[in-house]
């Protein structure tokens, strides 16, 4: 299973941006979906997910302002940051799972991870 992502980058505070994670359709079809986040010196925080109906979650925290939407025709999926903010700053993972949930252990497996820098 691989799941590739893209997408991040150094951007102002108040910027928007995309990151991708394209997956294999057995992938994209039957698992559940999800984005965490790490920052330096902290754990792995988890953002948002979507399960294969195409129900979407997000973190509190983020609510508002990242929202995923798909592309069924190229199995991937997307994480819309709007708003950004310094604190947004991490290294953002796609991850794929059987499970639904934000418990990043239960998911088996893991993209390569793309960093999103916000300057303020």
């Known amino acids: 299973v691989q799941l590739v992502e893209s997408g991040g980058g150094s951007v102002q505070a108040g910027d928007s941006l995309r990151l991708s994670c394209a997956a294999s359709g057995y992938v994209y079809r039957t698992y559940c979906m999800a984005w965490f986040r790490q920052a330096p010196g902290k754990e792995r925080e988890w953002v948002a997910r979507?399960?294969?109906?195409?129900?979407?979650y997000y973190a509190d925290s983020v609510k508002g302002r990242f929202t995923i939407s798909q592309d069924n025709a190229k199995n991937t999926r997307y994480l819309q940051i709007t708003r950004t903010k310094p604190e947004d700053t991490a290294m953002y993972y796609c991850?794929?799972?059987?499970?639904?949930?934000?418990?990043?252990?239960?998911?088996?497996?893991w993209g390569q991870g793309t960093q999103v820098a916000v300057s303020s």
């Open positions: 979507i399960n294969p109906d195409s129900i979407r």
């Open positions: 991850a794929a799972g059987g499970l639904c949930t934000s418990n990043p252990a239960l998911f088996d497996y």
